[in-house]
């Protein structure tokens, strides 16, 4: 009897075999949802990002400010949206990646890029429309394309390095019979590492976007001699960008942060996976900044909505030829 409590005993797992039980969820009823929304994605935001990219380039000369920011911004998505077939694959594959370390290591560096530096670089935007509406006089010198190089070179360099960690941090593991490609919240050694960025590269940015564009608004609505077509275009950005950050980034970086927290708590199994599945549901939620973006190029752009029409147009003519 003594030997059998014993043996009781000794089979109860232990508080790292559940945190490890709880990590090894594959919530594979969420795969096809997730797969679903990547390919919608896929569809529309690479075409619509490569032909961003040409009607920056080739149609809007010479370039602004805002069109600097916005060309960089289109390539940051479209770095992201190419890797979306091997994600896609991935979720359809029942979690079982067979694309080699690098790749695994450069689709979720893609990802984190994509959402920081583009965090960073609607920032920097929304500084420029400030200071252009509340300073116009004193941010002359701010509307010279040197600047904007400079900015988007500063941000390009920061994104790198603050996200080069990633190479570590992230790696292929064998489970199940099965290889996985691990989020960066998988590694618990990651845990101050994505505070630092959740506050300086989400935060950060989300509070200037949201200062900006209310300040913005404010003055746009007691101004007397303002237009009613740019008091609307402003609250359009307004509308749209304080959408792409609260509803597109905040879900994914409040679930992240708690799933974070709840590795190193002694907390029920169920609560963590509950946590995790809702956090792997808001991954490709922030993946839908993407398409926002698409629609920011169209509300933001001076000239962008008669460049892609006319773009639109050619390509219609020389197909029905």
């Not at 429309?129 to 010198?141: G, I, Q, T, Y």
């Not at 404010?218 to 077509?229: E, I, K, N, P, R």
């Not at 994914?252 to 708690?258: A, L, P, V, W, Y």
């Amino acid at each position: 009897m003594a030997s059998e409590c014993t043996s009781n005993f000794t089979a109860q797992p232990s508080p790292a075999d559940r945190l490890t039980s709880c990590q090894d969820e594959d919530f594979l009823q969420v795969n096809m949802y997730v797969s679903i929304l990547y390919s919608l994605i896929f569809l529309l935001c690479f075409p619509g990002n490569i032909a961003t990219i040409f009607v920056y380039c080739f149609k809007m000369r010479p370039w602004k400010t805002s069109t600097i920011i916005m060309l960089n911004l289109a390539i940051t998505d479209l770095l992201y949206v190419v890797t979306l077939p091997f994600f896609i694959h991935y979720y359809v594959n029942g979690n079982h990646w067979i694309f080699g370390d690098f790749m695994c290591k450069f689709i979720q560096f893609c990802f984190y890029f994509n959402m920081y530096s583009g965090n960073i670089f609607l920032s920097c935007f929304s500084i420029f429309r400030f200071l252009v509406v509340v300073r116009p006089m004193k941010s002359l010198f701010l509307r010279k394309r040197r600047w904007a190089v400079v900015t988007c070179a500063v941000i390009w360099t920061i994104s790198l390095v603050a996200l080069s960690p990633l190479a570590i941090l992230i790696s292929p593991r064998d489970r199940q019979n099965k290889t996985i490609c691990p989020d960066l919240v998988s590694a618990v050694t990651s845990r101050w590492y994505n505070w630092g960025l959740t506050v300086f590269a989400f935060l950060l940015p989300l509070l200037t976007v949201t200062l900006c564009y209310v300040v913005i608004f404010s003055v746009l609505a007691t101004g007397l001699h303002t237009q009613a077509s740019y008091k609307q275009k402003a609250r359009r950005l307004t509308v749209l960008l304080l959408l792409l950050f609260y509803v597109c980034f905040l879900p994914f970086h409040i679930f992240k942060e708690i799933h974070l927290e709840l590795q190193v708590q002694p907390v029920s199994c169920r609560l963590k996976k509950t946590i995790l599945l809702i956090f792997t549901i808001s991954k490709p939620l922030a993946a839908l900044n993407t398409f926002g973006n698409l629609l920011l190029y169209v509300v933001a752009g001076d000239n962008f909505q008669q460049a892609i029409l006319s773009l639109f147009k050619f390509w219609t003519n020389k197909c029905l030829k």
